[in-house]
């Protein structure tokens, strides 16, 4: 693995897990408060996250060759991360009146996975680079200090500028996201072809996607051909989108609301219009 590769997915990793340690804070605020308590389950969550990714990475690119488990870890951790949302949403109203042991137990329940295994790519990447014997500590030491710099760019942007332009819930979408594609590019295949669907920007990979003459082809998802099939399973209890579901509003709110939406104000995700009746947000 090219050197600057193996930096970028070190500092990229490091930067997602404590990233997900701010907005975890905002994200819990709405069920325990925002207290030392929930700060204290927060950091003592990612903390423990992050032990036992080192640790079980390292063991399992002793056993297993890295250049196979870097991308589905990298993979798997942006999905994790993704899920924080919804999973800090579906549990948070049973947490309200639990106390302290709710507090950890919501903290634990979101983030603790999402840390572990992003955690583990460090170890991963470091096995990959130890070339010489002679140079172990130059190299251990590099990707430590890449790790623990890109853990701090990713305190200090989410903390005094994501969560302020983007807010809590979108932040974790664009954190997230890039991880699954650089997934996609460290596990393909020269000359092999990514299809990247849905919408929304992404960062530059041509780098990455040059030395392995890869081909990225990208377009809308194809609503038509899957509404009738979803509709279908929604009806029948075999799908529940309402997780998604932030904001209920009359026809008459559809303007501001879309307002919301385009800005990424008040953790607006996806809005229902109710035509019957004036719904409050």
Request: with cysteine.
């Amino acid at each position: 693995m090219p050197a600057f590769l193996a930096a970028g997915l070190v500092f990229l990793c490091s930067a997602a897990v404590l990233m997900l340690e701010i907005l975890a804070g905002r994200l819990l605020a709405p069920y325990v408060g925002i207290s030392l308590e929930t700060y204290t389950s927060v950091i003592g969550t990612v903390l423990a996250g992050i032990a036992v990714g080192a640790w079980g990475g390292g063991k399992l690119a002793d056993r297993i060759n890295p250049r196979r488990l870097l991308g589905p870890t990298v993979a798997l951790g942006g999905v994790l991360a993704l899920f924080t949302v919804p999973v800090v949403r579906g549990l948070g109203d049973q947490s309200t009146s639990g106390g302290r042991g709710a507090t950890v137990f919501l903290a634990f329940t979101g983030f603790f996975l999402p840390a572990v295994v992003l955690s583990a790519v460090t170890p991963m990447v470091v096995k990959l680079q130890l070339r010489d014997l002679h140079r172990t500590g130059g190299t251990v030491g590099r990707l430590s200090g890449i790790s623990t710099f890109g853990a701090l760019v990713g305190t200090f942007i989410t903390g005094f500028l994501l969560v302020a332009t983007t807010g809590s819930a979108q932040t974790v979408w664009n954190v997230t996201a890039p991880n699954g594609i650089q997934a996609a590019i460290n596990a393909a295949s020269p000359g092999d072809v990514i299809v990247l669907t849905g919408s929304g920007g992404s960062p530059d990979y041509e780098p990455f996607t040059l030395n392995k003459g890869l081909t990225i082809r990208t377009g809308q998802t194809h609503v038509n051909r899957w509404t009738d099939d979803l509709l279908r399973r929604i009806e029948e209890g075999q799908i529940d989108p309402s997780f998604v579901v932030t904001h209920h509003v009359g026809l008459e709110d559809g303007p501001e609301m879309y307002k919301t939406f385009r800005d990424k104000e008040d953790g607006c995700i996806k809005v229902v219009l109710r035509p019957d009746q004036r719904v409050a947000s």
